[in-house]
T-cell receptor, first 119, second 115 residues
Framework: AQKITQTQPGMFVQEKEAVTLDCTYD???????LFWYKQPSSGEMIFLIY??????QNATEGRYSLNFQKARKSANLVISASQLGDSAMYFC????????????????FGKGTKLTVNP | DTGVSQNPRHKITKRGQNVTFRCDPI?????LYWYRQTLGQGPEFLTY????????KSRLLSDRFSAERPKGSFSTLEIQRTEQGDSAMYLC?????????????FGPGTRLTVL
């Protein structure tokens, strides 16, 4: 069974500084995808960044980058130059096997990390 | 470009009543998912549709829950004889292999409170 672990219930960062949110995962499948979503207080899950298990380079999307260490089974999210609007819950998720392998590609989520950006 | 929409956004009901939620996915997305999120937890998978076919259901989806996606467009999630433990945020998501990395796009959710 797949499992996502986010060990930081809460994190604080000063505006304009960088912050790393931790995520470790456990799977026996060689093909998987890892996602990070942001959930503001409004409740909507906003897609941030994706890393495939076979991707050679770490993913980057604007101020978001993913520190992917496959051997350690970790996929930490790095947010550079934090902004007040970054304050939210952040969820790491893994996509189960692809449809061609008979899976639904449903996401398995961690418990999340609440990020607070201080002015 | 409209995103995923869900209605209602909030629902308060008494224990034992039936409730129905609606999800309208992004129009070209053929895959639709329902998740449930309780306080302090990440979303948990409930069920999955590919077009109009319901292909996977979680064990979380008891007999009181039923979901449909007629004609492969919008989807409904019905909970019969609601219990206080059903209080949660119900999230709908859609995706397509033709879009990006196949990431799921989520709606704003329906927050259910069972009194």
């Amino acid at each position: 069974a797949q499992k996502i672990t986010q060990t930081q219930p809460g994190m604080f960062v000063q505006e304009k500084e960088a912050v790393t949110l931790d995520c470790t995962y456990d799977t026996s499948d060689p093909s998987y995808g890892l996602f990070w979503y942001k959930q503001p207080s409004s409740g909507e899950m906003i897609f941030l960044i994706y890393q495939g298990s076979y991707d050679q380079q770490n993913a980057t999307e604007g101020r978001y980058s993913l520190n992917f260490q496959k051997a350690r089974k970790s996929a930490n999210l790095v947010i550079s130059a934090s902004q007040l609007g970054d304050s939210a819950m952040y969820f790491c998720a893994m996509r189960e096997p692809t449809i061609t392998q008979g899976g639904s590609e449903k996401l398995v989520f961690g418990k999340g990390t609440k990020l607070t950006v201080n002015p | 470009d409209t995103g995923v929409s869900q209605n209602p956004r909030h629902k308060i009901t008494k224990r034992g009543q039936n409730v129905t939620f609606r999800c309208d996915p992004i129009s070209e997305h053929n895959r639709l998912y329902w998740y449930r999120q309780t306080l302090g937890q990440g979303p948990e998978f409930l069920t999955y549709f590919q077009n109009e076919a319901q292909l996977e259901k979680s064990r979380l989806l008891s007999d009181r829950f039923s979901a449909e996606r007629p004609k492969g467009s919008f989807s409904t999630l019905e909970i019969q004889r609601t219990e206080q433990g059903d209080s949660a945020m119900y999230l709908c998501a859609s995706s397509s292999l033709k879009t990006g990395r196949g990431q799921q796009f989520f709606g704003p959710g329906t927050r259910l409170t069972v009194l």
